[in-house]
């Protein structure tokens, strides 16, 4: 079975540029989470979408920052402008229920010039 | 205060031993618990689920105290490989991850 499939696997862009990171949830899950982990902060929940939905952003760090989801199959996290401090890992999780854990994709491994 | 509180460790043990951890939440409506295990530059993976009777999973045991609201984690006969960082994870309708315990295994 395909897992949550992220991409891209990293990206090395310049500040100020604008960053798109793409998620692909496990089929069947409704709960979609996108996190942070830098060794500084460690892992944070930047924002998680329930049923595609929007549930909690407060986790996001500014408006720099935006995610969708257009539907069950796809989110996006976007970063506009970029700045070096938003240089780190982002994963995306999925998972079916309310009580059942998390899947975790490979990440994006993001660095600001 | 944090929702969820681990010791950071590191715990370094030799083949062979036996090392625990436990991990503190704050919200006494949490529904479930998890353990997961992250490698260096991976991502976490679900260990297992913390039940309220606890359970074993070959080498590891899982306990749930909700009185004093802590999960444990216990490694026995730990190998080179158990060498990783361990996420405790509860879910109050979102999931609240701990900042990890590191745990080296050593020859």
């Known amino acids: 079975d395909a897992g949550v499939i992220q991409s891209p696997r990293h990206e090395v862009t310049e500040m100020g540029q604008e960053v798109t990171l793409r998620c692909k949830p496990i089929?069947?899950?409704?709960?979609l989470f996108w996190y942070r982990q830098t060794m500084m902060r460690g892992l944070e929940l930047l924002i998680y979408f329930n049923n595609n939905v929007p549930i909690d952003d407060s986790g996001m760090p500014e408006d720099r920052f935006s995610a969708k989801m257009p539907n069950a199959s796809f989110s996006t996290l976007k970063i506009q402008p970029s700045e070096p401090r938003d240089s780190a890992v982002y994963f995306c999780a999925s998972r079916p229920g309310t009580v059942q854990p998390q899947h975790f994709g490979d990440g994006t491994r993001l660095s600001i010039l | 205060r944090k929702e969820v509180e681990q010791d950071p460790g590191p715990f370094n043990v030799p083949e062979g031993a036996t090392v625990a951890f436990n991990c503190t939440y704050s919200?006494?409506?949490?529904?479930?618990f998890f353990w997961y295990r992250q490698d260096c530059r991976k991502e976490p993976k679900l260990l297992m689920s913390?039940?309220?009777s606890g359970n074993e999973d070959g080498r590891f045991t899982a306990q749930l105290n909700r009185a004093s609201q802590y999960i444990s984690l216990l490694i026995r006969d730990s190998k080179l490989s158990d060498s990783a960082t361990y996420l405790c994870v509860v879910n109050d309708y979102k999931l609240s991850f701990g900042a990890g315990t590191t745990v080296t295994v050593r020859a």
């Open positions: 919200n006494s409506a949490s529904q479930s």
């Open positions: 089929s069947g899950h409704n709960s």
């Open positions: 913390v039940y309220s």
